[in-house]
Nanobody, 118 residues
Framework: QVQLAESGGGLVEPGGSLRLSCAAS????????MRWFRQEPGKEREFVAT????????RYADSVNGRFTISRDNDKNLVYLQMNSLKPEDTAVYYC???????????WGPGIQVTVSS
């Protein structure tokens, strides 16, 4: 079955950087677009970034555009989120996700905490 597992989160000071990774298994990774979402306590999960199957097209939320970079390695079944110039408002649980290209079934990892604080 589809499994997604995030790693690389933690505590970082404002202005710092983190790189999140998401390991995927149980499906043909190169056939699926991948995405990152995040959720703050008491708020809805919000879109952060997405990348198409071949990695040639990416899209970002306005709040992270120019600071975050999504990428993927189809040989290793990994998707990354490089986060630079982090701000306290980036503090959230970050989720790796995908959607079945035909059924539109959504799949999510368990999430990982990112805290930006001095």
């Amino acid at each position: 079955q589809v499994q997604l597992a995030e790693s690389g989160g933690g505590l970082v000071e404002p202005g710092g950087s983190l790189r999140l990774s998401c390991a995927a298994s149980g499906f043909i990774f190169s056939d699926y677009a991948m995405r990152w979402f995040r959720q703050e306590p008491g708020k809805e999960r919000e879109f952060v970034a997405t990348i198409v199957t071949g990695g040639t097209y990416t899209r970002y939320a306005d709040s992270v555009n120019g600071r975050f970079t999504i990428s993927r390695d189809n040989d290793k079944n990994l998707v990354y989120l490089q986060m630079n110039s982090l701000k306290p408002e980036d503090t959230a649980v970050y989720y790796c996700g995908t959607i079945h290209p035909w059924t539109s079934q959504e799949y999510w990892g368990p999430g990982i905490q990112v805290t930006v604080s001095s």
